[in-house]
């Protein structure tokens, strides 16, 4: 008989088979090649001694039960490989069924994370006893990969709870769901204390079970809720993919949709007939490109964004004990809470006493919203609340090892509360500056500790947005850098590191994408058509609304200040087609954004009621819309941003492929569809053209003789292209 090489066996006297999942050459388990011939092994040994068995249960010997797929395979499998997948899952599928239907009871004793494929095998078993550890999560994390669970998860699951909440609870949005909510639901059954709980509960369901077999094997078994050709279900099933509709806008996202027709689709067949469609449609996922385009982002890029980046043992670790929030506007306000929420205390310092307090009740307002939905105790939240001391007296700031700086963008204002803290600090306290455009160097210059100065750019909300924008100055020093670097991690917020000059990265590039959407009003464009165009390309905010939010006042300061530090520097001034709209919007109509109520939007209460009726007048659009080309609308807007992101690396402005991709997904809403700025490059196909930049350049060209010359691709680009490489932190290879 074949031997396993990654599940150990176990048989007591009871008769009872515990198959312990321990991959000997990875810290997880993952579903890999080895994974399935161990367990074709395992699963033929239990069939050959099922009449000595009473039962079985599987658990992990890892700190986690089962990570899933392996990505590193995932991301290798082209297009012509497709049949050879579809086999391989087959197999795996047929595995887990010969398990399920072994005719002796199976447990799945979860004793930490059991995500995507750990899922699918403790779907597999008849029962699932987890400990009560937060971290023992269970669910399908698939769709935010571009992927459905394609072992039986969606099948399961439709059959396990029905087609409305197994979409809804479980598989459209990639939820992880702790030991309480998974009860809940009904996808686990027992919760047990500890680690060591968990094989003895087992076993006594085992006992008390021996009979046990899964609900859809049973001869009067009725999916929840009906099958689509249930009277009650299918007056309600149009609404699945109307909203599905309304929420993905028209982008590149192929997993929602998968995930919903195989719903579907197999409620309405016999199980081995459901799973073969269930693996048809993985099999279209997996091997197309959107799916390797947030793999690569989602997982590879993000675990180099959260590494140690070459940390030198030297440098120790950093724990920010207190903070000082040196302004309390929307933005220190929310600071504020994320760091009371870490843990840390807070001092929230503005000019007046009641300034602060004011800033203190943007905390109390997000703790009341958590208790009120049950994400937290009054307890725990009158414990952050408490962390928060709310103050216009300096001196107590003393101790305080951490300033976050988030007062008005302006350096003088920056230079005087500085000046006016820094006395009362620790002596080496690190001293942090959000600030979204200005240069960190020339910050650094009123501060007497300079080496212990760095930009901390966070993004609104803060209390929602993952990213922290860290940007070196000049003098910064490298443990200044890791110390930021822990602070980001203390706070729970994913880092990216960039140099320093005006706008950073994230604020540079988003600020191409905003000029190239307002500039089509020039062309004739309809706002409609322009808001749609940034919708279907993948964006999260259309870019006219977001113009609104940002406010075209400051846009117009930041031009400014840009064009004088042009003029300074006599390199000249690029003047962009979109000033012409934003002066106008300010100047001949007063209309600068949500915050004063008007824009390119209309507002009634503080909320968005529609386009602006005088645009129409304003900037007449062209005779015939349909002569528009909506792709084109579409690839100007991704394209600016990416040509943009290839000049800042070229300056040096951005070092790290992985840095800019999570940044500009997570910081200012590239679409997560293409992988990111870059790797949107890397997997960019233009007829006539091998897939990557050399496509990418191909169409660049085509849209600077129809657009303008901003679209010419940077020579750096160009040679990449000619060497057929792509963008990669990794050592250059051909594409």
Not at 99 to 128: Q, S
Not at 215 to 229: A, F
Not at 317 to 325: G, L, N
Not at 668 to 691: C, K, M, S
């Amino acid at each position: 008989m074949a031997e396993s090489k990654t599940i150990r066996w176990e048989k007591g006297d009871d008769g009872i088979v515990v198959l312990t999942l321990d991959d000997p050459d990875q810290s997880a388990n993952t579903m890999n090649a080895a994974y399935a011939a161990s367990m074709a092994a395992t699963v033929e040994r239990l069939e050959a001694e099922r009449d000595e068995i009473t039962g079985v249960i599987i658990t992990s010997a890892k700190s986690t039960f089962f990570a899933g797929g392996d990505l590193h395979d995932l991301l290798a499998v082209r297009k012509d490989q497709a049949q050879d997948i579809a086999q391989g899952l087959r197999e795996v599928k047929r595995q887990l069924r010969r398990l399920e239907t072994l005719g002796k009871p199976v447990v799945a004793a979860i004793n930490g994370a059991a995500l995507g494929g750990g899922f699918e095998i403790a779907l597999a078993c008849h029962h699932r006893v987890v400990v009560d550890d937060s971290k023992a999560v269970v669910g399908f994390p698939e769709v935010q990969l571009g992927l459905l669970p394609g072992a039986g998860g969606v099948v399961r699951t439709v059959r396990m709870l029905g087609i409305a909440s197994a979409l809804m609870q479980l598989l459209l949005q990639g939820q992880r769901l702790r030991p309480a909510q998974a009860k809940e639901l009904g996808v686990v059954d027992a919760i047990v204390p500890t680690r060591e709980d968990l094989i003895p509960a087992a076993k006594q369901w085992i006992a008390e079970n021996p009979e046990a077999k899964q609900p859809w094997d049973g001869e009067k078994y009725k999916i929840p809720g009906g099958t689509p050709s249930t009277p009650a279900l299918a007056m309600n099933l149009p609404a699945f993919p109307a909203n599905l509709r309304k929420q993905i806008k028209g982008a590149n996202y192929p997993a929602p949709h998968h995930i919903m027709a195989v719903a579907v689709e197999s409620a309405q067949v016999d199980f081995d007939n459901a799973i073969e469609i269930e693996g048809r449609y993985f099999v279209d996922l997996v091997t197309g490109q959107v799916a390797k385009n947030m793999i690569q982002a989602f997982f590879f890029d993000m675990q180099a964004a959260s590494g140690d980046r070459g940390r030198p043992e030297s440098i120790e670790a950093f724990s920010a004990t207190k903070v000082v929030v040196l302004g309390a506007g929307m933005m220190g306000a929310a600071i504020a809470y994320v760091c009371a929420k870490a843990g840390i205390e807070v001092v929230l310092k503005d000019v007046s006493l009641e300034a602060a307090q004011r800033g203190k009740g943007y905390s109390e307002k997000l703790v009341a919203k958590a208790v009120e939905r049950a994400r937290s105790t009054q307890e725990q939240g009158d414990a952050l609340l408490a962390k928060i001391t709310p103050t216009d007296n300096p001196a107590d700031a003393a101790g305080a090892d951490l300033v976050i700086e988030a007062v008005f963008e302006d350096p003088n204002v920056k230079a005087q509360v500085f000046a006016e803290i820094e006395p009362h600090l620790d002596p080496d306290a690190l001293l942090g500056s959000n600030t979204s455009t200005l240069p960190i160097s020339g910050l650094a210059e009123h501060v007497t500790r300079p080496d212990d100065f760095i930009g901390l750019h966070f993004f609104s909300p803060v209390d929602k947005m993952p990213l922290l924008e860290i940007i070196k100055g000049e003098k910064s020093s490298e443990e200044t850098l890791y110390r930021a670097l822990d602070v980001a991690k203390q706070i729970k917020k994913t880092p990216i590191v960039v140099n320093d000059s005006r706008g950073f990265f994230t604020s540079r590039v988003i600020g191409t994408f905003i000029n190239e959407g307002i500039a089509m009003l020039t062309e004739g464009v309809p706002a409609p058509s322009i808001e749609q165009a940034s919708s279907q390309a993948g964006y999260p905010a259309p870019v006219l609304q977001l113009s609104d939010e940002l406010n075209m006042k400051l846009m117009r300061k930041i031009r400014n200040a840009a064009k004088a530090a042009s003029d300074a520097a006599s390199t000249g001034w690029d003047a962009h087609p979109s000033e012409q709209v934003i002066d106008r919007m300010l100047d001949e109509f007063d209309r600068p954004g949500r915050l004063e109520g008007r824009g390119f939007y209309e507002y009634a209460d503080g909320r968005r009621v529609g386009l602006w009726g005088g645009l129409r007048d304003a900037f007449p659009s062209v005779e015939d819309p349909s002569s528009i080309d909506l792709t084109d609308l579409e690839e100007r807007m991704l394209f600016i941003e990416s040509i943009e992101t290839v000049k800042c690396l070229d300056e040096g402005v951005i070092e790290s492929v992985a840095d800019a991709n999570i940044g500009s997904i997570l910081g200012i809403g590239f679409p997560g569809w293409t992988g990111g700025v870059l790797q949107y490059i890397n997997q960019y196909e233009h007829a006539g053209h091998d897939r990557g930049p050399a496509s990418f350049v191909a169409r660049a060209r085509e849209l600077a003789a129809t657009y303008g010359e901003r679209f010419e691709p940077p020579a750096s680009l160009v040679e990449k292209a000619e060497r057929g490489e792509t963008y990669s932190d990794k050592t250059p290879v051909a594409a």
